[in-house]
Nanobody
């Protein structure tokens, strides 16, 4: 069992930045790939970014490339999502998740992940 707790959400104006953290407890964090997803009201959950177990390979949805950076520190059992140049359309509840993923094509599917955090609200005003 892995417990995930996100932090760092909040409200910011367009063009601003926020940094999200995802702290893991329980089984070895480093053995899992990690993903960040978001869900806006009335919309489906959307893949935002993913990172493999070592942190050496990252993936992003096109809409955040060049603005968001995913990272992890296995020694601290923590994952991160740095969000810059935020836009109003980035407003959503952001959740981290971990799973044993061995194919790059699987990162974007919520069903690839075994454990989820509770989510943190990110609100970007224009």
């Amino acid at each position: 069992q892995v417990q995930l707790v996100e932090s760092g959400g909040g409200a910011v104006q367009a063009g601003g930045s926020l940094s999200l953290s995802c702290e893991a407890s329980g089984r070895t964090f480093s053995s899992y790939a990690m993903g960040w997803f978001r869900q806006a009201p009335g919309k489906e959950r959307e893949f935002v970014a993913g990172i493999n177990w070592s942190g050496g390979i990252t993936y992003y949805v096109d809409s955040v490339k060049g603005r968001f950076t995913v990272a992890r520190d296995n020694a601290k059992n923590t994952g991160y999502l740095q969000m810059n140049s935020l836009k109003p359309e980035d407003t959503a509840v952001y959740s981290c998740a971990v799973g044993r993923i061995f194919s790059s094509s699987r990162y974007r599917y919520p069903t690839s992940y075994d454990y989820w955090g509770q989510g943190t609200q990110v609100t970007v005003s224009s």
